[in-house]
């Protein structure tokens, strides 16, 4: 892996908890207060908010304070990481894909 | 879901190979393990081929130079020589979860002189946030994923 993985495994590790990936589902419906959120799923509300913590440290949300409350939302630059990695990914494999088709017709032209 | 969703972008990729469809095809599915790049494998020990099950419902996995293997996803499309759709079923730092899916469509359009376009489209990255159950009855559906061509922005003159 290169550098450039870095971010997009943090985040990809950060949803590969369940409770997280459930608090993540949440958000995709738009903002939520951290009371909102933790209504939504079995785990107390303390693990709520490391869970959020976890999932704004790996950059897939944000939050502003709205009064008295925290209100989060997802982060789009933090899944657009995920994006960027497996774009770069890709570019490299269908560059590769070419050269190996490529190069295979110049070895059957010089047998022939 | 009526509510606003965030939907990201697919990556769509292109690339033009002096190779007429079916040839491309071939060496696309048949020798993946030939071409795909040696920094990206999930195995222990580094990578030795790249399989594709030429059907439906096809595996799609690493082997490692010790003989194990590694799941990457599965065939969801097998129409050669023109098209094939592959699930992405690789989570958190390469880890194969199957619950997860996400779709790369590749389509081999024929060009003049003999030669291929390549177009791929790796999509619904947002389902790395999906519940796994929704996930899952995804993955159950017969008919859930052979979708609608998208028009691909051709990257023809790339080189």
């Known amino acids: ?112 | 879901m009526s509510r606003l969703e965030i939907r990201l972008a697919p990556i769509n990729r292109s690339v033009v190979v002096k190779a007429d469809v079916a040839r491309s095809f071939a060496a696309f599915t048949d020798r993946m393990g030939r071409w795909w790049p040696r920094t990206h494998s999930i195995g222990s020990t580094p990578l030795a081929d790249v399989i594709v099950e030429p059907r439906v419902g096809g595996r799609w996995y690493e082997r490692s130079t010790d003989g194990a293997e590694c799941e990457w996803g599965k065939v969801l499309a097998w129409d050669p020589p023109g098209r094939l759709i592959l699930a992405w079923q690789l989570d958190a730092n390469w880890k194969y979860d199957p619950a997860l899916v996400l779709e790369v469509e590749i389509t081999f359009t024929a060009l003049e002189g003999g030669m291929t376009r390549v177009d791929l489209e790796h999509r619904n990255l947002e389902r790395y946030g999906d519940k796994a159950a929704t996930v899952r009855d995804m993955v159950g559906s017969d008919n859930g994923w052979v979708g609608i061509l998208k028009s691909f922005v051709a990257d023809v003159e790339a080189t």
């Not at chain 1, 997009?8 to 950060?14: I, S």
């Not at chain 1, 693990?47 to 704004?56: D, N, T």
């Not at chain 1, 657009?80 to 894909?97: H, V």
Request: hydrophobic share 40%; net charge neutral.
């Open chain 1, 1 to 112: 892996m290169t550098d450039r993985t870095d971010s997009a495994a943090t985040a990809l590790a950060a949803l590969a908890d369940p409770t997280r990936r459930q608090l993540f589902e949440h958000l995709r419906s738009g903002p939520r207060a951290v009371g909102e959120l933790a209504r939504g799923v079995t785990v107390s509300r303390p693990a709520v908010s490391q869970h959020l913590a976890v999932l704004k440290a790996a950059g897939l949300v944000r939050d502003t304070a709205a009064g008295t409350r925290r209100v989060y939302e997802i982060d789009p630059k933090g899944l657009g990481a995920i994006r960027a990695w497996l774009d770069d990914m890709w570019g490299g494999a269908l560059q590769n894909f070419r050269a190996d088709l490529e190069s295979e017709d110049v070895g059957k032209k010089e047998k022939e």
